[in-house]
């Protein structure tokens, strides 16, 4: 019997993350930021890999915020604002197997507005 076309997305993203991850890491002074999207929340935190710390996170759903394009941006300027408070300039841009396009692009792209470098 076949899997569910869902299980076999989310098995496929896991297996891409776990690539990505095996060639990127996080340090206090450039954080891995990784997000985590489902269908009606969005979710992105800085992560101090050396230490195993969250240092700074931005929760779509404590916003009120929806995942598309244009509420993203929000999420992005909310993290972007507590890592400047953490004098963080750069970040390592984890995309957790998703696909850099849409909503994952436009929150990449409102970081970089924000003035952080990756």
């Known amino acids: ?4 076309i869902q299980r076999r997305k989310n098995r496929l993203r896991i297996k891409r993350k ?4 095996g060639k990127i890491t996080g340090s206090a002074d450039r954080p891995r ?7 009606r929340h969005f979710y992105a935190q800085a992560i101090d890999d050396t230490k195993g ?24 300027e909310d ?5 400047k408070a953490l004098n963080i300039e750069t970040i390592v841009f984890d995309r957790n197997g ?3 396009h849409g909503v ?15």
């Open 79 to 83: 993290l972007a604002g507590k890592l």
């Open 18 to 21: 776990r690539r990505v991850r």
């Open 33 to 39: 930021v990784s997000i985590f999207k489902s269908n």
């Open 1 to 4: 019997m076949r899997e569910s």
């Open 104 to 118: 994952v692009a436009s929150f990449a792209d409102a970081l970089r507005e924000n003035g952080i470098k990756f």
């Open 53 to 76: 710390h969250t240092l700074a996170y931005s929760d779509g759903a404590k916003l009120g915020v929806k995942v598309n394009k244009e509420d993203v941006k929000k999420v992005a």
């Open 98 to 100: 998703y696909l850099y």
